[in-house]
């Protein structure tokens, strides 16, 4: 399963974040290149971080509103939506491993 969210860039306005889930970190290369080389896409996701699983509600969505603000790196609005030490557990992994960390430079 995959989810993709838009972020705002100060270099190009609008980016794309991929979140996909799978079992081995080394489809991430082969996704973004497959992803880039693609002439069916108007635009290839800028960020692809893959994830064990992805955040989910009770009845199975997916919480993009947290895939959202991983995607900004506000990571600090996270908190107030997770209930349970299990919620903070399984977000942490995805936390550290963001790929959008352009809002901690000024250009």
């Known amino acids: 399963d995959a989810a993709i969210v ?4 100060r270099r190009t306005g609008v980016g794309l974040y991929a979140f996909v889930e799978a079992n081995a970190a ?3 290369t082969e ?13 290839a996701p800028e960020h ?6 992805l955040p ?3 009845a199975g969505g997916v ?4 895939l959202q603000l991983v995607a900004m ?5 996270i908190e107030p939506l997770l209930s349970s030490a299990d919620d903070h557990s399984f977000m942490k992994s995805i936390l550290d491993h963001r790929k959008n960390l352009r ?3 000024s250009f």
């Open 73 to 77: 790196n506000q990571i600090d609005l």
């Open 63 to 66: 919480r993009t509103e947290i």
């Open 26 to 28: 080394a489809i991430e």
């Open 6 to 9: 838009a972020f705002a860039d």
């Open 31 to 43: 996704l973004s290149s497959s992803l880039s080389g693609s002439r069916d896409l108007p635009k």
């Open 48 to 53: 692809i971080q893959v994830v064990p699983a």
């Open 56 to 58: 989910r509600d009770a």
């Open 103 to 105: 809002d901690r430079f």
